[in-house]
């Protein structure tokens, strides 16, 4: 699902064809170097003798959503690390039966921006991003993070990092999604007519929960868990409800754009506040009862097995998975398979609750170093305004990293080394 770039800034709708530009001259030198021997310094951090979990600080990584998606993110990726990237990127296209590395490499952006090719490309970027760093700097989820956790379509990329499903059958759920959600949309503009989409209402914090439970009371849906039902009588054409909480200030709506429209009208005379709207860069309304028939889709998937040659009879979800995952539906650790299944199936329509996720990882669990891991920033900038950016002071920790790009990946080995031993003051 798309998240807010910036307070202020609306999506460039304009169709164009952009060509990849070359990274060399502003990535680091060690990166240029024909031989991984090169990176020996690099090498040894991330081999170092892990230190106990009981005694680190908590660590989570983190994937991003819908709405990150860039032609040409692989650029950086395929010039620094070409034998790994190229490699993978051939395995993606096999799963995915077509070409998606030519449409992220070198599509237009309303091509890649199509909900079936969006969604793909992001998810793949990311594990690409995490297969590198597991060659290149022999950087394993299990060894150094404690918790894993993705935005909305994040949460598949999550669910690999943490053990319970495989690349190949995640990245085959996420294509099945993508293609039921885009049916889903089409199905009710043919039906319903009107304009679908998502936008992101941004306010100040005290006004967060007094316009939730406005919108709450003008659309009749309040219950967690449970819009699916309490929506089945009212037309598509007619709903809009709360996509996703993704901070202590912003929210994001789902539905026909007029009706979005009309309530945040009555929502700035109610509540004698103006939040500003900000349209997002989505073709669907996801995480709204439009997307009922994708539940369906994914609930057949997970009730299958898995794709992955040599595992044709068995299960496609493991459990217990390496690493606990966060849910974006009950903001909580995964409890079972069960529980998994059910609970990644519906989040095709239910609330993203993104802020919960991480005030629980935050608050609760006290994890004090975030890695984010994918395109895009916009994530690491939602966790960091809940949990505070970069730092190195002994409460928080590590503070929030982003590995977007190659260029940032000194940084951030260097930044988890540099904290590995710091414990939290009471």
Not at 221 to 226: D, L, V
Not at 406 to 422: K, Q
């Amino acid at each position: 699902m798309p998240l807010l770039r910036g307070p202020l800034s609306v999506p460039n709708a304009t169709t164009t064809t952009m060509t990849p530009r070359p990274v060399a001259a502003r990535l680091p030198r060690w990166l240029l170097q024909p031989s991984p021997a090169t990176r020996p310094r690099f090498r040894a951090l991330s081999t170092a003798t892990t230190i106990a979990r009981s005694t680190r600080p908590k660590t989570a990584i983190f994937f991003p959503g819908q709405g990150v998606q860039k032609v040409g993110m692989l650029t950086p990726w395929i010039e620094a690390f070409p034998s790994t990237a190229n490699h993978i990127l051939q395995e993606i296209d096999h799963i995915v039966g077509f070409k998606l590395s030519e449409v992220i490499q070198n599509g237009t952006n309303k091509e890649l921006n199509l909900t079936p090719n969006a969604q793909p490309a992001i998810m793949a970027t990311s594990i690409l991003i995490m297969r590198i760093l597991e060659k290149e700097f022999d950087f394993h989820a299990a060894q150094r993070v404690d918790y894993t956790l993705g935005h909305s379509l994040g949460e598949f990329a999550a669910l690999v990092a943490g053990g319970y499903v495989a690349f190949e059958d995640s990245l085959y759920m996420v294509q099945q999604r993508a293609a039921a959600m885009a049916a889903a949309t089409r199905r009710a503009e043919q039906t319903y007519g009107g304009r679908y989409g998502m936008m992101a209402i941004v306010t100040e914090p005290e006004y967060l929960q007094p316009l939730i439970a406005a919108i709450h009371g003008f659309v009749g849906h309040s219950s967690t868990g449970a819009k699916s039902e309490s929506a089945e009588d009212r037309s598509p054409i007619d709903q809009v409800l709360i996509a996703n909480i993704n901070s202590k200030n912003q929210i994001v709506l789902s539905g026909n754009m007029e009706r979005i429209k009309t309530l945040v009208a009555h929502v700035r005379q109610f509540l004698g506040h103006d939040p500003r709207a900000v349209e997002l860069k989505s073709d669907s309304p996801f995480h709204s009862p439009i997307m009922k028939p994708a539940v369906a889709v994914m609930q057949k998937i997970l009730e299958g097995k898995s794709r992955v040659p040599g595992r044709e009879n068995e299960d496609i979800v493991t459990f217990p998975g390496t690493l606990p995952c966060i849910s974006n539906v009950s903001a909580r650790p995964f409890e079972s398979k069960a529980d998994l299944k059910d609970l990644l199936a519906r989040g095709c329509l239910e609330t993203v609750r993104w802020w919960d996720s991480i005030k629980y990882l935050d608050q609760e669990v006290k994890v004090r170093r975030w890695v984010g891991i994918g395109p895009g920033k916009v994530g690491r900038n939602l966790v960091g305004k809940e949990v505070g950016m970069r730092g190195k002071d002994t409460v928080k920790g590590g503070g929030v990293w982003a590995i977007t790009d190659p260029s940032e990946i000194e940084e951030v080995l260097r930044g988890l080394e540099e904290t590995e031993n710091l414990v939290e003051e009471e």
